[in-house]
């Protein structure tokens, strides 16, 4: 059975182009920067969001119309693999990405979950034989259940410790089988809601060791894929242990870690914390922590997670500036963590959806290239900090000065001289490069 009967394949047709089912600046043979698009963005599908959302939220039902959705149990998991494939053809991505628990439903015990896993990941091995699409990452769901309601690896239950090692231990596997070039800990309920019951030098500690077997385990079976942190500052704990990516870096710090792990930087976790996008994945790139991505947005009037899909082209262009001059994201990729609105609830509006961020993320790899080519921001930069490229300043940098000389370099300043920032004409030659490629030029 075939679920998207009314689409053919996505294919490109140019900026000119008035075809709601057509990309209109991904084109996945075109080359920047050496490499073809396909290859510098390494798109990927996000299972969740795309074949388990039922677009309910706090206040309201769930809207989405899905045509699988009228079987049930493992029939329904069995028919989400199906649609999956399909919508992987359509748009010719190379990745996707998924929970345990979106793949298969949880059984009466771990045992039983185990089994509805490994019957549905047999059936996309076999759909993998014959399609382009492979596994960028896969993950556990150790959050929503409500045994993980304190927790999972930082939880003060041992029993729930045990099992969410022994959900990662199956997960570990499963990323095996599959051939995952990744995989990520997102930690939904490691956190507390308040210090006033909470250890949280415990919680750490356990945390730590829970992370170390995770390692152990992988090299113990030969699987050898990138881990990924995935932050995030709060929801739905108060305070979640992996806030930003500083935080997560100093952790695993602390922890003996930072050799195992990068970060699976997501757009709207970063500005949860208070950041910009960018801004996490420059902390990522100069610190060589950079792994992939879930490319999403936030919505500035709207102080939660919104998950939605990325569609502003000055975010998308600052994203692929760091990721293009981090030489790229290695085994990572950009992952659709995102949803369509509740009112986008057709199987149409996905693809829609899917085709708006590609589109994006073309436009914003191009605009950045250009940039970088053209060595715009380098240029302002070199010229903002040569002072450091000579005499006293070279000095510190060479770690040739001390309090001493640059006392003496003080003493004999009369008139301090500082330039402009020049950011208002910064943002306004970005945005005549971005608007040269609305243009085609």
Do not use: C
């Not at 969740?48 to 039922?54: R, V």
């Not at 045994?147 to 939880?155: D, E, L, M, N």
């Not at 001493?404 to 920032?421: F, M, R, T, V, Y």
Request: charged share 25%; glycine share 8%; hydrophobic share 35%.
């Amino acid at each position: 059975m075939t679920y998207f009967n009314n689409i053919s394949n996505i294919n490109y047709e140019g900026s000119n182009s008035t075809n709601p089912y057509a990309f209109k600046f991904y084109n996945p043979e075109e080359k920047v920067g050496g490499k073809t698009m396909e290859e510098q963005l390494k798109f990927s599908v996000a299972y969740w969001h795309t074949f388990t959302e039922d677009l309910s939220d706090p206040f309201g039902a769930g809207t989405a119309l899905r045509p699988w959705d009228k079987y049930d149990g493992m029939d329904r998991a069995k028919a989400r693999v199906d649609a999956a494939f399909e919508l992987f053809e359509k748009l010719n991505v190379p990745y996707f990405a998924f929970h345990d628990v979106d793949i298969a439903p949880e059984g009466s015990n771990l045992r039983e979950s185990n089994q509805n896993i490994d019957t549905i990941v047999a059936m996309i091995k076999d759909y993998m034989k014959d399609s382009k699409t492979k596994l960028l990452w896969n993950t556990v769901n150790n959050f929503t259940h409500p045994r993980f309601v304190h927790g999972a690896g930082s939880s003060n239950n041992a029993d729930v410790f045990a099992y969410a090692a022994a959900k990662v231990k199956k997960g570990l596997e499963v990323g095996k089988e599959l051939g995952a070039e990744n995989y990520v800990f997102w930690g939904g309920r490691e956190g507390y809601e308040t210090l006033l019951n909470t250890d949280m030098k415990r919680e750490l500690d356990h945390l730590g060791r829970f992370f170390h077997m995770a390692v152990d385990y992988a090299r113990e079976i030969g699987f050898d894929a990138q881990f990924l942190i995935e932050p995030k500052p709060k929801e739905p704990t108060t305070h979640q242990y992996d806030f930003d990516v500083a935080s997560g870096y100093a952790f695993l710090q602390r922890y003996g870690l930072q050799d195992d792990f990068k970060f699976n930087i997501e757009a709207n976790h970063a500005t949860l914390a208070g950041h910009t996008f960018e801004h996490e994945l420059r902390y990522a790139r100069v610190n060589n922590i950079l792994g992939s991505v879930d490319a999403n947005q936030g919505h500035p009037l709207l102080g939660w997670d919104t998950d939605e899909f990325p569609t502003d082209l000055y975010g998308t262009t600052l994203a692929m500036y760091e990721i293009l001059k981090n030489g790229g994201l290695g085994s990572g990729g950009l992952n659709f963590d995102a949803k369509v609105r509740r009112g986008s609830f057709t199987p149409e509006d996905l693809v829609h959806a899917h085709i708006a961020g590609m589109d994006s993320f073309a436009v914003g790899l191009k605009v950045a290239q250009r940039l970088i080519d053209d060595k715009v921001l380098d240029r302002f930069i070199e010229e903002r900090y040569s002072s450091f490229d000579t005499g006293i300043g070279k000095a510190v940098e060479d770690g040739t000065a001390d309090f001493h000389k640059l006392e003496e370099h003080a003493l004999g300043l009369e008139n301090i001289q500082n330039q402009s920032g020049r950011l208002e004409q910064i943002k306004a030659t970005i945005n005549q490069y971005l608007l040269k490629e609305y243009a085609g030029a």
